[in-house]
């Protein structure tokens, strides 16, 4: 485990926007009630408020978002704001920052700002000797390509060393995905079948039944394979196939999912579809003749001795049948299917991690039909998280700044793993395959089922 300081002070730069009031405000409220949070904790942003303004804001967006408030942790919480109005390229800034953190041996700085201020913070950071003894939580997307992920990180990279950044993808942070790899590793009779010789097939499944939401103009400078693929998806895909951690070590388990990267070759276009939803060049902000994909499927191979040849499907897609998450491995059938009559589909043994809309982790087994004739039916074993496990946890955002502040890296993405993805998807980035259209409220276009079938218990196959 971790034997990194505790931080000492919390600044949140960007402090008036969006991400603090729906996500960063509570966190820290629910963190307070727990006492993890009993440090100053300031706020900086340009627009020009005072302290009561933004514990005005901490309280709005607290009681927006959390049940049963509990008004003496918000109350402390409160208390340890303080705001600071300032350009980011002015030194006078820097100068105020040090003396609302003076003393502080390890401040932990929340960088939810877009990338393009990372350079001026930074700067700005190590005038005043914050990057000497910091660290630093800086936001998806970690640039567009490969390209721009490596400029960001060599500004990043001028005054921090990598160990001092915490690069946050809160979907690592939910429960139910951090459950996927528990579940993985703590079940010893699962390890001698997580390989080519049993499993046929491995699907990662991310379709959402809204569309963008009045998000046109910045979904169609994303579109769906740098939105949820790139990041999400492929954490997915590295938790399933990666190798045991040598140990409980932070680096141990980025550099399992690291070796995972680095065994998958760039995406082949010819194993990829890209879609679009019909009525999105409608949508307000995107533009005319847009070829941005709402959905994305593909097929990737893991060149590794425990997974060459064994296909892992990505579907994504928004304006979907319906809303899912889920991961499912797909086992190979019997030589023989001796129980099955001629009416029968025989389903295929299917270890299913569902993450929305319920958390479940669920086993499709084969088991004898009660009567004279010797046939088999599957049937589901299920584990209900929230009723057999107590409930759904902490947030993401909690979770992943409850592990800043104590210095905990493992669900946070590093450097070379973040370039790697990239490295995967940059063949899909450039000119492509053109989308093709898919009517809302199916599974996307039907040219997708050749790359990257639906995850079985979704489709019946025979």
Same mark, same amino acid.
């Given at each position: 485990?971790?034997?990194?300081?505790?931080?000492?002070?919390?600044?949140?730069?960007?402090?008036?926007?969006?991400?603090?009031?729906? /996500?960063?405000?509570?966190?820290?409220?629910?963190?307070?009630?727990?006492?993890?949070?009993?440090?100053?904790?300031?706020?900086?942003?340009?627009?020009?408020?005072?302290?009561?303004?933004?514990?005005?804001?901490?309280?709005?967006?607290?009681?927006? @978002?959390?049940?049963?408030?509990?008004? #003496?942790?918000?109350?402390?919480?409160?208390?340890?704001? @303080?705001?600071?109005?300032?350009?980011?390229?002015?030194?006078?800034?820097?100068? @105020?920052?040090?003396?609302?953190?003076?003393?502080?041996?390890?401040?932990?700085?929340?960088? %939810?700002? &877009?990338?393009?201020?990372?350079?001026?913070?930074?700067?700005?950071?190590?005038?005043?000797?914050? $990057?000497?003894?910091?660290?630093?939580?800086?936001? /998806?997307?970690?640039?567009?390509?490969?390209? $721009? %992920?490596?400029?960001?990180?060599? $500004?990043?990279? /001028?005054?921090?060393?990598?160990?001092?950044?915490?690069?946050?993808?809160?979907?690592?942070?939910?429960?139910?995905?951090?459950?996927?790899?528990?579940?993985?590793?703590?079940?010893?009779?699962?390890?001698?079948?997580?390989?080519?010789?049993?499993?046929?097939?491995?699907?990662?499944?991310?379709?959402?039944?809204?569309?963008?939401?009045?998000?046109?103009?910045?979904?169609?400078?994303?579109?769906?394979?740098?939105?949820?693929?790139?990041?999400?998806?492929?954490?997915?895909?590295?938790?399933?196939?990666?190798?045991?951690? #040598?140990?409980?070590? &932070?680096?141990?388990?980025?550099?399992?999912?690291?070796?995972?990267?680095?065994?998958?070759?760039?995406?082949?276009?010819?194993?990829?579809?890209?879609?679009?939803?019909?009525?999105?060049?409608?949508?307000?902000?995107?533009?005319?003749?847009? *070829?941005?994909?709402?959905?994305?499927?593909?097929?990737?191979?893991?060149?590794?001795?425990?997974?060459?040849?064994?296909?892992?499907?990505?579907?994504?897609? /928004?304006?979907?049948?319906?809303?899912?998450?889920?991961?499912?491995?797909?086992?190979?059938?019997?030589?023989?299917?001796?129980?099955?009559?001629?009416?029968?589909?025989?389903?295929?043994?299917?270890?299913?991690?569902?993450?929305?809309?319920?958390?479940?982790?669920?086993?499709?087994?084969?088991?004898?039909?009660?009567?004279?004739?010797?046939?088999?039916?599957?049937?589901?074993? $299920?584990?209900?998280?929230?009723?057999?496990?107590?409930?759904?946890?902490?947030?993401?955002?909690?979770?992943?700044?409850?592990?800043?502040?104590?210095? *905990?890296?493992?669900?946070?993405?590093?450097?070379?793993?973040?370039?790697?993805?990239?490295?995967?998807?940059?063949?899909?980035?450039?000119?492509?395959?053109?989308?093709?259209?898919?009517? %809302?409220?199916?599974?996307?276009?039907?040219?997708?089922? #050749?790359?990257?079938?639906?995850?079985?218990?979704?489709?019946?196959?025979?």
């Amino acid at each position: 485990m971790t034997t990194a300081p505790p931080a000492d002070a919390f600044l949140l730069f960007g402090a008036s926007g969006d991400l603090a009031r729906k /996500k960063l405000f509570p966190a820290l409220y629910e963190l307070t009630v727990e006492g993890r949070v009993d440090m100053p904790v300031v706020g900086i942003a340009r627009s020009e408020w005072s302290d009561d303004d933004l514990r005005d804001r901490a309280r709005e967006s607290v009681r927006d @978002r959390v049940d049963n408030v509990d008004e #003496a942790a918000l109350g402390r919480l409160c208390s340890r704001l @303080r705001y600071l109005s300032g350009d980011y390229t002015e030194q006078s800034t820097w100068g @105020r920052v040090a003396e609302l953190t003076e003393g502080a041996q390890v401040p932990v700085s929340f960088l %939810a700002i &877009p990338p393009f201020l990372f350079d001026d913070v930074v700067e700005g950071m190590a005038s005043v000797g914050m $990057t000497e003894r910091g660290r630093v939580v800086v936001e /998806k997307p970690f640039g567009r390509d490969l390209a $721009t %992920a490596k400029e960001l990180n060599a $500004t990043l990279h /001028k005054h921090l060393d990598e160990a001092q950044i915490f690069r946050i993808d809160h979907f690592l942070g939910k429960e139910p995905v951090q459950n996927l790899m528990v579940y993985r590793f703590a079940n010893s009779m699962l390890e001698p079948v997580w390989n080519r010789n049993h499993v046929a097939s491995v699907s990662i499944l991310m379709s959402e039944a809204f569309g963008v939401d009045g998000r046109g103009a910045f979904y169609d400078e994303v579109g769906a394979i740098r939105d949820v693929v790139q990041n999400h998806l492929l954490q997915m895909v590295a938790l399933m196939a990666m190798e045991p951690p #040598a140990s409980k070590d &932070p680096a141990a388990m980025r550099d399992e999912k690291v070796k995972v990267f680095k065994a998958m070759k760039p995406l082949d276009p010819a194993r990829v579809v890209r879609g679009q939803v019909n009525g999105y060049l409608d949508e307000d902000g995107v533009a005319e003749g847009s *070829d941005t994909e709402t959905f994305a499927a593909m097929t990737i191979e893991i060149d590794s001795w425990r997974w060459a040849g064994v296909p892992f499907h990505i579907r994504a897609g /928004k304006s979907m049948a319906q809303t899912i998450t889920e991961a499912v491995v797909e086992f190979k059938q019997p030589p023989s299917m001796l129980f099955a009559d001629e009416d029968t589909c025989p389903a295929p043994n299917v270890l299913r991690f569902r993450m929305k809309p319920d958390d479940n982790i669920t086993m499709t087994m084969q088991a004898k039909v009660p009567g004279l004739e010797m046939v088999s039916r599957a049937i589901d074993m $299920t584990v209900d998280y929230e009723e057999q496990l107590g409930g759904d946890g902490p947030d993401a955002y909690e979770r992943l700044i409850a592990d800043a502040l104590v210095g *905990d890296e493992r669900l946070f993405a590093r450097q070379d793993g973040v370039e790697e993805a990239w490295r995967i998807v940059e063949p899909m980035l450039a000119p492509r395959n053109p989308v093709l259209p898919y009517a %809302a409220g199916t599974w996307g276009p039907d040219e997708a089922d #050749a790359v990257a079938p639906l995850p079985s218990g979704l489709v019946t196959r025979c």
